[in-house]
């Protein structure tokens, strides 16, 4: 059995139509025996359905997708779990052990969502105060982009806090360098790297996750949007805009009327820190 995995950074790409990779695994007798993570092809919304066909992939996992996409993936023969999210290879654990529903929590919000698009992965159409976005950096260069890379890093914020760390996990963090799989200062370091150097690069908002953004706040009544009333302050679920991409939020104050949502990702507006040592670069 193959199973894809829309991917970034270690995490399940919320978006299928804009995935710029995917985390592909080898499963034999419901456990992985191998995975590798590889490009769209330059592929888009629907024409992935026939990145993954060629591929002979059986399960796609994702976060969202539109019912052009879910068309094309069923004529492809390829099952969907959507509505997945957090690290990649716990969501395929958690698929094979059966304990990953479909969907999961589903908003519908249509009314306040216009401006926006961005959420966690940006629409071409987006303004370029989103910050952090692909489609507003300038090109990376470098000798490894488009390679495989594979990178031990440890990240922290300017007290020292760490917060990630590739070390404690025991193995590498492998991406396609330059592609938008990684935030843009992490990938322009890695891109002019040799294998086996280490170095430590300070990221501002602009380079790492964007400035926050208090426009992405979204509010709405609860009776207007199903499935709210269940949830609480600190949920993380995903919202869908008006062209049908879902985003996520996070749930950060409710009322008995209405409910707040922050587009926001946790992590912008903060400078950070990282020691990148690169493994190799293929």
Not at 133 to 142: F, L, N, S, V
Not at 217 to 224: D, F, G, N
Request: net charge negative.
């Amino acid at each position: 059995m193959k199973i894809a995995v829309t991917y970034e950074n270690g995490n399940v790409f919320q978006h299928f139509g804009r995935t710029q990779s995917f985390k592909i695994y080898e499963v034999e007798d419901k456990q992985i025996v191998s995975s590798e993570v590889i490009g769209n092809d330059g592929a888009g919304h629907e024409a992935l359905a026939d990145v993954l066909r060629t591929r002979g992939i059986d399960v796609l996992i994702c976060g969202g997708l539109g019912e052009g996409a879910k068309a094309a993936l069923a004529a492809a023969g390829v099952e969907v779990i959507s509505g997945a999210q957090g690290d990649a290879d716990e969501a395929v654990r958690a698929y094979l052990n059966g304990t990953l529903e479909s969907q999961g929590v589903n908003c519908d919000h249509h009314d306040h969502e216009e401006n926006h698009g961005c959420g966690d992965g940006c629409g071409e159409d987006c303004g370029s105060d989103c910050g952090g976005c692909p489609h507003h950096m300038p090109a990376i260069e470098g000798p490894n982009v488009g390679k495989l890379c594979k990178v031990h890093y440890k990240g922290t914020f300017n007290d020292g806090t760490q917060f990630d760390s590739s070390y404690d996990r025991g193995e590498p963090l492998e991406f396609i360098c330059g592609v938008g799989q990684m935030i843009h200062g992490f990938d322009k370091a890695v891109a002019v790297m040799t294998v086996g150097e280490t170095v430590n690069v300070h990221l501002m908002p602009a380079e790492a996750y964007g400035e926050y953004n208090p426009d992405l706040l979204i509010t709405a009544e609860i009776s207007k949007m199903r499935g709210s009333e269940k949830l609480n302050v600190g949920d993380q679920v995903a919202l869908r805009n008006p062209r049908g991409q879902r985003f996520p939020v996070t749930v950060t104050e409710k009322t008995d009327t209405t409910i707040t949502f922050d587009a926001n990702h946790e992590m912008a507006g903060k400078e950070l820190n990282f020691r990148i040592e690169l493994v190799s670069a293929e």
